[in-house]
């Protein structure tokens, strides 16, 4: 472990990378073998899951990575950019499968150019305060609220506490996130518990892709 600078933080993402990669597959074989499913779906399925991938494997590598300080520097980039990337991916099954008509590419291409702005944000202006960043993952997660109607017109009452519980599981990590004051990493704290509530978060949508939407 003493080879690894955050090896908690790095090996519970690692794992989520892993977990991630299987449950993206798992995805795509339920999807093509569902006669009823859309070429949407897939694509849906599959941003989603490049999308949980991208995110768990950036955050490993930054939190393991024993190296000069730019390339962590640079690694962090990738890592905080990643969020806004699995934001998007996870909005775009329910976009591609449930939202109709113009709603549906509205919504998706609202979501990924916000995501593109959120990448660029974080390349090119990342030493901004730390709440800017915290509060740009929260409202663009949220912004999913006003599609509930929408959404429970259209799939189980269930599907959508899913997708509700998993950004309440995200915003209070966010918050432990916030909390976390000098904390060297190589023990149990409060990134760490940040990250556990980013897994159950993720877990949350992933069950709600899985069960209802595909």
């Known amino acids: 472990m003493k080879h690894f600078r955050e090896p908690v933080s790095g090996f519970t993402h690692l794992g989520g990378a892993i977990v991630s990669l299987i449950g993206m597959l798992i995805l795509i074989t339920k999807t093509l ?13 599959i941003l989603f899951g490049v999308s949980l991938i991208l995110l768990y494997s950036a955050s490993s590598i930054y939190h393991l990575a024993v190296a000069r300080d730019t390339i962590i520097f640079y690694l962090r980039k990738l890592d905080h950019s990643m969020i806004y ?15 109709q008509g113009k709603l549906r590419w509205i919504i998706f291409a609202t979501i990924w150019g916000l995501a593109l702005i959120g990448v660029l ?8 305060p730390r709440w800017i960043s915290t ?35 995200y915003t209070v990590g966010a918050v432990f996130y916030q909390l976390e004051k000098g904390n060297t990493r190589r023990t149990f704290g409060a ?8 897994l159950l978060g993720s877990l949350s949508h992933y ?8």
Do not use: D, Q, R
Request: proline share 2%.
């Open 33 to 45: 073998s569902n006669s009823s499913s859309s070429s949407l779906a897939l694509i849906g399925v």
């Open 207 to 214: 069950l709600m892709v899985f069960i209802y939407l595909i």
């Open 85 to 99: 990337v699995l934001i998007a991916g996870t909005y775009s099954p329910v976009c591609l499968t449930v939202l």
């Open 135 to 169: 509060l740009s993952y929260i409202g663009m997660g949220w912004l999913a609220v006003f599609l509930i109607p929408k959404l429970l017109g259209a799939i189980s009452v269930w599907a959508v506490t899913l997708l509700i519980a998993g950004g309440v599981l």
């Open 121 to 128: 944000m974080k390349l090119f202006y990342f030493k901004g």
């Open 191 to 198: 990134h760490e518990v940040f990250h556990i509530f980013v």
